[in-house]
Every structure is written in C-alpha cells, then in structure tokens.
C-alpha cells in the first residue's frame, strides 16, 4: 500500500488549537469555544450555538459558519489524503478562504468602542489556503 502524505490535513486539524480572534480584553475565540479570562470561562461552540443565539445579530453567527467551512475543509482535505481521486483540491482551498472572510466577518462584528477584535484565524486561514492551495486556486480563478 502506497504511503499517504497526512501533513496537510494534520496542519489544518492544528489551526483548531491556535485562537481565531483575540480580543484586547484578553477573551479569544477557538474553533472549539470562546474562553474568557475574567472570569475564567469557558464557552463551548455547540453552548454558543445552542444557548446563547438567541437575539444575536448575524455577523455574530459567522463564527460557527467558519468553524463549519473549516471543519469541511478539514474533511476533505482528509478524504484527500485517505482517497486521493475524490478531493478536488480547489474545494478545500476555496472552503478555507471563506473560512477565513467568515472569521473577519465575525471579528468586524465584534468591534466596539475600546474593544478590539484581531482576526488571527483569519490570517492562519487564508495561508493555509495559499500555502498548500495555490496552485489549485490558482488555475481556477484564470481560466
């Protein structure tokens, strides 16, 4: 059996453990969850969506859509890895770049006079995209 190249999919799995949004007030928002530091707490993805939604204007909803392209992203670029015939490369990179507007999206909603939101996630996103996807995109933007 041939040997199968997991770095690509394990990078993006680890984006999953680096904060997406970091706020000057010490909160950072996770894949996974929003941790806040005072107090310390911890808000899970699914308590988000589940508990707290209610009433939230819709850019506050772009960090679960994020969250849902990346872990797309993520599964693809797995199904890649395990079946390459059945990944079209320019789907994970195209999932991650609008992981990544969906993560700005949610970090300009976050913005309030002397709150600031820095949309990490969105950097981390957009070059992983460009590092492993490039080419791939690259060809379908220009044809």
């Given at each position: 059996m041939e040997d199968r190249d997991w770095r690509r999919p394990l990078t993006l799995?680890?984006?999953?453990?680096?904060?997406?949004?970091v706020l000057t007030s010490g909160?950072?928002?996770?894949?996974w969850g929003l941790v806040t530091t005072d107090p310390i707490h911890l808000t899970t993805l699914s308590d988000y969506l589940l508990v707290y939604t209610r009433g939230l204007?819709?850019?506050?909803?772009?960090w679960p859509v994020a969250v849902l392209l990346y872990a797309l992203a993520v599964g693809n670029a797995t199904l890649g890895t395990v079946a390459p015939?059945?990944?079209?490369?320019?789907?994970?990179?195209?999932?991650?770049?609008?992981?990544?507007?969906?993560?700005?999206w949610f970090a300009l909603g976050l913005r309030t006079p002397?709150?600031?939101a820095v949309p990490v996630g969105t950097v981390m996103l957009w070059t992983a995209a460009w590092w492993f996807h490039w080419p791939d995109l690259r060809t379908a933007l220009w044809r």
């Amino acid at each position: 059996m041939e040997d199968r190249d997991w770095r690509r999919p394990l990078t993006l799995l680890a984006l999953a453990a680096l904060p997406w949004t970091v706020l000057t007030s010490g909160d950072l928002v996770f894949a996974w969850g929003l941790v806040t530091t005072d107090p310390i707490h911890l808000t899970t993805l699914s308590d988000y969506l589940l508990v707290y939604t209610r009433g939230l204007p819709n850019r506050l909803l772009a960090w679960p859509v994020a969250v849902l392209l990346y872990a797309l992203a993520v599964g693809n670029a797995t199904l890649g890895t395990v079946a390459p015939e059945l990944e079209d490369r320019r789907v994970t990179g195209g999932l991650l770049g609008l992981a990544g507007v969906s993560d700005l999206w949610f970090a300009l909603g976050l913005r309030t006079p002397g709150l600031l939101a820095v949309p990490v996630g969105t950097v981390m996103l957009w070059t992983a995209a460009w590092w492993f996807h490039w080419p791939d995109l690259r060809t379908a933007l220009w044809r």
